[in-house]
């Protein structure tokens, strides 16, 4: 007798199983959708400065990002420290435009969480535990044992794999032997932007289309690592115009972070006005000036509440990557992007908060009566 399935037509196949649904980027590591929108996110290394992105809890990829910074400080070289790390940690693909091995070796390193190893015990215990005590004892005495249906460790740990880590810049990051990093170098010729974009895009073509790709550029056009040349308009907007490009091609695997000097080229030039708008975010960082030292007032109750440290600048937001219909980029009623932001560089993190003006320090009498409502205050 022919037995056949139920609810099944004779004489058709069995239907095909629906594809994934899930985006080849949302399946790579250190990738999620934003809560705001179904564009797909990766971490820049620096917690408070996803938080800032838009709502979008990360940069979106396909997208890039400008930080400028004035001033003879480095505080946006360790932004770039920051995000070259994690693409590290998460086994993306880093190019580095212009550094070498030294920079790499010079990397923040990850900083372990203290309950890691308790959860991690603990996850093994309770993998224990969802068998029960009669089969696994099964096999031990000659019978037959079943099929071991739990979860392995590998996946357990694909499951759990953070989208983000935390780095300490006093510490040095362990490469691993596997990582997967382009150092891109820059030829003193008068098209240096050449070389970048073609390293760029056959790294692209000849790598799976699931992997995700980080380039980092420190200080564009700085006489220090750029060639004379690279400053002049119409190579400095072709390359930018160029990696919008290869951004709207490879929407789901392409990222930028790239640095700019404004006291060498400032708000003034027509082609850093370009830049900005060519580029999908822009930030810029205002340190504060050297005058300003520890004991200042301004500083100690601007950024530094209870037991936090100082902040050594400010930052302004100029340009999101990506605008919500919820305005200013769909951060919410929550966000601080419309209030000003300072950011403080400590020894392990870089941290970005409202920045808020202290009281006036002679009325110290309205500072004590402050909250309190007597009789005369409610007199019509």
Not at 351 to 362: A, K, M, R, Y
Request: a neutral charge.
């Amino acid at each position: 007798m022919a037995f056949r399935k139920r609810n099944v037509v004779v004489g058709r196949g069995t239907p095909p199983e629906p594809a994934g649904n899930s985006s080849p980027a949302e399946s790579a590591t250190g990738v999620r959708p934003s809560p705001l929108t179904s564009h797909s996110v990766t971490s820049t290394g620096t917690p408070s400065l996803d938080d800032i992105l838009g709502g979008h809890s990360g940069l979106p990829l396909g997208s890039s990002l400008l930080i400028e910074e004035s001033g003879t400080t480095d505080f946006a070289g360790a932004l770039l420290r920051f995000y070259a790390a994690e693409g590290i940690c998460q086994g993306h693909i880093v190019h580095l435009v212009g550094l070498g091995d030294a920079w790499v070796r010079s990397l923040p390193g990850m900083v372990e969480d203290k309950g890691s190893r308790r959860k991690a015990a603990s996850a093994d215990v309770d993998e224990k535990m969802k068998i029960a005590w009669r089969y696994e004892r099964l096999g031990q005495a000659g019978e037959r044992a079943l099929p071991d249906r739990s979860i392995s460790s590998q996946e357990t740990q694909v499951q759990q794999a953070p989208f983000s880590h935390s780095f300490d810049l006093s510490k040095r990051l362990v490469i691993p032997t596997d990582a997967k990093i382009n150092s891109i170098p820059i030829k003193p010729s008068r098209k240096p932007f050449d070389s970048i974009l073609s390293s760029l895009m056959h790294s692209l073509k000849s790598t799976p289309t699931h992997s995700i790709h980080r380039l980092v550029i420190p200080s564009i056009l700085s006489p220090v690592i750029w060639p004379a040349d690279a400053s002049r308009p119409e190579r400095f907007l072709r390359f930018l115009h160029s990696l919008r490009a290869l951004l709207a091609q490879h929407p789901n695997r392409l990222t930028a972070m790239i640095t700019l000097p404004l006291e060498l080229f400032p708000h003034s030039l027509g082609s850093i006005r370009w830049a900005e708008l060519l580029c999908d975010g822009v930030l810029e960082l205002t340190p504060f000036p050297h005058l300003m030292d520890a004991s200042s007032s301004l500083g100690e109750s601007g950024g530094a509440r209870g037991m936090e440290e100082q902040p050594q600048g400010m930052l302004k937001v100029h340009k999101l990557p990506i605008n919500t219909e919820r305005g200013e980029g769909g951060a919410g009623a929550g966000n601080s992007i419309g209030a000003d932001l300072a950011f403080t560089v400590s020894r392990r993190k870089f941290l970005i908060q409202p920045f808020s003006l202290p009281p006036v320090e002679g009325d110290q009498e309205a500072q004590k009566d402050a909250g309190k409502l007597t009789g005369k205050d409610v007199e019509f």
